[in-house]
Each structure stands twice: as structure tokens, then as C-alpha cells.
């Protein structure tokens, strides 16, 4: 055999070695990534959990000048202002004066502050204890800074914010930047009707909640 052909059964032989050795590289590779996936697949419960707990920031109630509430969270938040009021933990409400949105204006939706007074009046919280902070308010920065004028002007220094779940972290930070006074905050996370900690990424509400909220948290932190 020459030696020009000894070279190319070389470099024939050395090729197959080379791809033989590609293919297995990338069949380890695909068997690695498969595996990760199953991994993930069936351990996604615990994960997808401990990111909630890692997420959420709930605060232990205590006894507090005033619950207050933020626009939104009908279902969940004048309920909870109502049992600390039963529970001797707070002696007023406070309801955020949120500005009218276009389908209120019409009348096809009752205000946010006349909403939130007349499920506390349902559970038996007397008017004489419901207060309106605030004027035509439109985000939660804007109801943090109305309820630390509030706390300002009345002299408090405590409050009870409660929020859902996945809304904890970007009130917990914006109560806490804009408060230039020394307040004892606390955000304590209510679970919603829809879904819990513990099962949030089986439902609809509960995925969109989680992704809105990081997007919002963002934001703020970006922002304010």
C-alpha cells in the first residue's frame, strides 16, 4: 500500500473515530438534559413551593393603630380588617380613597371605598370606625404615601396592611421607602379564594398573579 493511501485510511479512520465520538458526546449530553427534565417534572411540586415560600413576606399581626385597605382585594382584605377589629387588635379601618374607574363613573360598579365599607358594616364593624385616607389614589405607591400623611397627621405609629399572597413583597418594600417616620408596619399575606401557596401553579389565577407581581416588584424597584 502506498503511503499516500495509508493516509487517507488514516484520515477516514480518525473521521469515523471523531463523529463516533460526536455522537456519543451529544447522546451523553441529550441523556444528561433528560434526565434534568424528569428530575424537574417530578420534583417541580417541592420546587414551584419553595419558590412561593421564598417570594411571599408575611408579617405576624399584633396590636396596631389602625388596619388599613388597599384598592383591590374585595374578597379577601375588608374580611381580614374586620377579624382584627373583632380581635381588640385595632380600633379604626382605614379604606384607601381610590380614584372612580370608567365602568364606576357609569354605575355599572359600585366605588371602591363604598364596596369595602358595606362588607364591614355586614360583619359588624360600626361606622364610627371606618376612616377614608387619601384622594383619587391610582397605585400602591400612591396609597403608601397618603397613609404615611395620615400617620403624619394623626401621630400613629403602627399599622396593618394585609395583602394576598404574591402582592406582599413590593408592599412590604414600598411601605417601608416611603415612610420617612419610624412605623411599625406589618403586611401580613392573606390566602385568596382561588388558590393557596401550596398548590398556586395549578390554577390560572394563581400563575398570573405570581408572574404580574415580579414584573410589578420590578418595576418598583426600578422605578421608586
Not at 1 to 7: H, Y
Not at 33 to 45: C, G, H, K, N, S
Not at 192 to 199: L, S
Request: charged share 20%; aromatic share 10%.
Amino acid at each position: 500500500m502506498s503511503s499516500a493511501s495509508e493516509q487517507t485510511t488514516l484520515l477516514a479512520a480518525t473521521s469515523r473515530s471523531c463523529c463516533t465520538t460526536l455522537r456519543r458526546g451529544a447522546l451523553a449530553l441529550f441523556a444528561i438534559m433528560l434526565a434534568v427534565a424528569i428530575a424537574a417534572w417530578f420534583a417541580r411540586e417541592p420546587l414551584l413551593r419553595g419558590a412561593a415560600d421564598v417570594w411571599i413576606v408575611s408579617d405576624p399581626t399584633a396590636p396596631a393603630d389602625a388596619v388599613a385597605i388597599f384598592g383591590g382585594g374585595l374578597e379577601d382584605r375588608p374580611f381580614a380588617a374586620a377579624a382584627y377589629y373583632r380581635q381588640g387588635l385595632v380600633k379604626k379601618i382605614l379604606l384607601s380613597n381610590v380614584g372612580p374607574s370608567r365602568a364606576t363613573r357609569l354605575g355599572a360598579l359600585e366605588a371602591h371605598v363604598l364596596a369595602n365599607r358595606e362588607v364591614l358594616l355586614r360583619l359588624g364593624v360600626p361606622e364610627s370606625a371606618i376612616q377614608v385616607f387619601g384622594a383619587n389614589l391610582s397605585n400602591t405607591r400612591e396609597e403608601a404615601l397618603a397613609l404615611r400623611d395620615w400617620a403624619e397627621r394623626t401621630g400613629a405609629h403602627s399599622v396593618i396592611v394585609p395583602t394576598e399572597l404574591f402582592t406582599t413583597r413590593r408592599l412590604h418594600w414600598i411601605l417601608h421607602h416611603s415612610f420617612a417616620i419610624e412605623m411599625d408596619i406589618r403586611v401580613p399575606a392573606l390566602d385568596p379564594g382561588g388558590y393557596r401557596r401550596d398548590d398556586w401553579w395549578k390554577h390560572e389565577a394563581g400563575l398570573s398573579s405570581f408572574q404580574n407581581e415580579v414584573l410589578k416588584y420590578l418595576y418598583y424597584r426600578l422605578n421608586y
